[in-house]
């Protein structure tokens, strides 16, 4: 899966340990994960960093600035964009998730 | 025409009044922002189920562990208008598209609210100038019915409450208007996990009637 790019290959897991952990948390139901996120375990099954270096957005925006969601159904174009925006820009001119683009 | 999301909803302050509300997908800012301004200060409530959650870890492994199970995910910010004009993230929601229906004498598909978030209202009033802070219960679950009801599931959703939010957010869920599945009752089969007891859900009819009961907030 491409999106797996976007991860740093060297900090704090390696993509091969990104992997591992979605393996195994795809053996967990959603109600175990949710069970495991609540008591803040989470961190020790799932190694990724958010990156540190990422630019805080802005506490509030302009209506017309915001990009309201479809109610509709997504189609694969727009679910793979929405997955794409999920993870951190490795440089903020590299890559800039098209959803968060134009706010 | 598939049913709108909600655009307002009632002030928990005072009900007469109503709050704009818009819904954006979430990127990974959104999860930042987060973790970053109200993650720190839900961290210390002890009673949130929610208070050790990371959006920025949780974001892309919804996506990643239900993209493993074939499934997809629907994360969505939900904001709200503040007292300057503009808006601000007020909640936070992550849905499970096309996930088993919980009640097993009908099997069907529903959609699955996996983890969902409201901003803490004494925190939105003193750190983010909302005088007026959202009811975000209902705003978050009919979010959830509609993207259901517009995918030709009828509205079916489904939901565990975390254990962390102990009776509590049973209540919550109670009072919101959805079903508790009987501690007895059997799982679907792909529902890896005993039945505890905390799991939730909306029927056809129930989640009609919630949907419609917000119509005049679209």
Same mark, same amino acid.
């Given at each position: 899966m491409s999106e797996f790019m976007q991860l740093d290959a060297k900090a704090p897991a390696t993509l091969g340990a990104v992997v591992e952990a979605v393996t195994r948390l795809s053996t967990l139901g959603e109600a175990k994960i949710l069970e495991l996120v609540s008591?803040?375990?989470?961190?020790?099954?799932?190694?990724?960093?958010?990156g540190g270096q990422q630019p805080i957005p802005t506490d509030t925006l302009a209506e017309e600035e915001l990009v309201e969601a479809s109610p509709s159904p997504l189609n694969r174009k727009e679910r793979e964009a929405l997955i794409q925006s999920s993870l951190p820009a490795t440089s903020p001119k590299k890559y800039r998730p098209r959803t968060a683009s134009k706010r | 025409m598939p049913r709108p999301f909600i655009r307002s909803a009632p002030s928990k302050v005072d009900k007469r009044r109503r709050v704009d509300i818009r819904m954006t997908h979430m990127a990974a800012g959104d999860a930042l922002w987060w973790d970053t301004r109200l993650g720190s200060k839900h961290a210390s409530m002890a009673a949130r189920a929610d208070r050790y959650w990371s959006w920025s870890v949780l974001l892309p492994l919804c996506h990643l562990v239900q993209r493993?199970? @074939?499934?997809?995910? @629907?994360?969505?910010?939900?904001?709200? @208008?503040? &007292?300057?004009? @503009?808006?601000?993230?007020?909640?936070?929601?992550?849905?499970?598209?096309?996930?088993?229906?919980? #009640?097993? #004498?009908?099997?069907?598909?529903?959609?699955?609210?996996?983890?969902?978030?409201?901003? &803490?209202?004494?925190?939105?009033?003193?750190?983010?100038g909302m005088s007026n802070p959202p009811a975000l219960g209902r705003v978050l679950l009919d979010s959830a019915i509609v993207l259901s009801q517009n995918a030709g599931l009828a509205g079916r959703i489904g939901l565990h409450a975390a254990a962390a939010g102990g009776e509590g957010l049973l209540a919550v869920y109670n009072r919101l208007g959805l079903i508790r599945l009987p501690g007895t009752a059997a799982l679907p089969a792909s529902v890896r996990r005993p039945n505890d007891g905390r799991f939730f859900y909306a029927d056809e009819p129930v989640a009609e009637a919630l949907a419609a009961a917000l119509d005049v907030s679209r």
């Open positions: 008591a803040g375990k989470i961190a020790e099954l799932f190694p990724f960093s958010a | 493993a199970k @074939r499934r997809h995910c @629907r994360p969505l910010v939900i904001w709200a @208008r503040t &007292d300057s004009g @503009r808006f601000l993230r007020v909640g936070m929601l992550i849905v499970i598209e096309a996930y088993p229906y919980l #009640e097993i #004498e009908h099997p069907a598909e529903s959609h699955f609210v996996w983890f969902m978030s409201g901003a &803490d209202a004494g925190v939105l009033t003193t750190e983010f």
